[in-house]
């Protein structure tokens, strides 16, 4: 990830390489720290999963194949406080690209909405 741009991006890449440090440790509680408790996540097979709780214990039961990192990443403020961010992502095999709906609340950047697609191709 791209660690210039303004202090905003800065938090919210940060935010995404803890993420991927949760992940990479089997630290799933770390990992989705960043988000709402009361986020929503759909998966790549359109799962729908609702609060962070759930979505942890869903992504627990989850293979994993490989580090998990983040090759790319997109932040397109929609306004001061609300973010829409893409993130390329790769895991073993596996490429994809996740959309983050990020919002500042407390001082405090968090994902209120996540989707996840497989890609094919880049």
Do not use: K, Y
């Not at 919210?12 to 996540?41: C, K, M, T, W, Y």
């Not at 095999?93 to 909405?113: C, F, I, K, P, Y």
């Amino acid at each position: 990830m791209n660690r210039s741009g303004t202090r905003a991006e800065e938090d919210i890449e940060q935010l995404l390489q803890d993420f991927v440090d949760g992940l990479n440790r089997d630290d799933l509680e770390a990992g989705f720290s960043g988000f709402s408790p009361a986020a929503d996540f759909v998966d790549a097979a359109g799962n729908w999963w609702r609060g962070r709780r759930e979505i942890v214990e869903r992504h627990a039961a989850l293979p994993r194949d490989g580090a998990f990192r983040i090759a790319r990443v997109s932040i397109r403020f929609l306004r001061s406080d609300v973010a829409l961010v893409h993130a390329g992502w790769e895991r073993g095999e596996r490429h994809g690209l996740m959309t983050l709906v990020m919002s500042r609340q407390r001082g405090r950047w968090a994902v209120d909405a996540a989707q996840n697609a497989d890609q094919t191709s880049n």
